[in-house]
């Protein structure tokens, strides 16, 4: 049973850089052909998918977020990471790392509990 | 870009009653869609995936049909606990993509 756990700064200033880590328990990231997915949750709002890795390093983004998003993974410390630049309020959402339970598919069965970043000044 | 809709936006059911969810995919996605249940200050529960298959340890008041650019999922006896936001999202194309949501809420 996968375990995901989101970890990094709650506020970030306008125009800096998110930065959130994912770490992975209960399983390998290496050991899995998942792609390990960044989701978000703006306050009221619907579930926004940001981008997905896969262990070896191929990355997929939603295009709506026009480059300024980078995931990276860590297999050495089981994490993957999420990075969002020049962040403005409507960045401002829970973030979830999540993960399929069945190799090459891309729906999502473990969670992480989410972490909230607002964005102020 | 494959646009997910979903219907009704809010669905006002009693308990014990029947409640049918609706997402459209604007194109087809084979069946490779899947329902969550959202409550609040919780993170999203798989519940369907491939359309039609249950996910482990969900009830089997939960169903789920359709295929290609229509789906369905059912409720078939809503409990108190079932009361919640369901998301429908296409895994078939890059980049995957949620519907807006269905809050059923009691009526």
């Known amino acids: 049973q996968l375990q995901l756990q989101e970890s990094g700064p709650g506020l970030v200033k306008p125009s800096e850089t998110l930065s959130l880590t994912c770490t992975v328990s209960?399983?390998?990231?290496?050991?899995?052909?998942?792609?390990w997915g960044w989701i978000r949750q703006p306050p009221g709002k619907g579930l926004e998918w940001i981008g997905s890795?896969?262990?070896?390093?191929?990355?997929y983004y939603n295009p709506s977020l026009k480059s300024r998003a980078t995931i990276s993974v860590d297999t050495s410390k089981n994490q993957f990471s999420l990075k969002l630049s020049s962040v403005t309020a409507a960045d401002a959402a829970v973030y979830f790392c999540?993960?399929?339970?069945?190799?090459?598919?891309?729906?999502?069965?473990?969670w992480g509990q989410g972490t909230l970043v607002t964005v102020s000044s | 870009e494959i646009v997910m809709t979903q219907s009704p936006a809010t669905l006002s059911v009693s308990p014990g009653e029947r409640a049918t969810l609706s997402c459209r995919a604007s194109?087809?996605?084979?069946?490779?869609l899947a329902w969550y249940q959202q409550k609040p200050g919780q993170a999203p529960r798989l519940l369907i995936y491939?359309?039609?298959t249950r996910a482990t340890g969900i009830p089997a008041r939960f169903s789920g049909s359709g295929s290609g650019t229509e789906f369905t999922l059912t409720i078939s006896s809503l409990q108190s606990e079932d009361f919640a936001v369901y998301y429908c999202?296409?895994?078939?194309?890059?980049?995957?993509?949620f519907g807006p949501g269905t809050k059923v809420d009691i009526k």
């Open positions: 999540a993960s399929p339970s069945r190799q090459w598919e891309n729906d999502f069965d473990y």
């Open positions: 209960g399983g390998s990231i290496s050991g899995s052909n998942y792609f």
């Open positions: 890795i896969y262990y070896a390093g191929s990355t």
């Open positions: 194109q087809s996605v084979s069946s490779s």
């Open positions: 491939g359309a039609s």
């Open positions: 999202q296409q895994y078939n194309n890059w980049p995957l993509t």
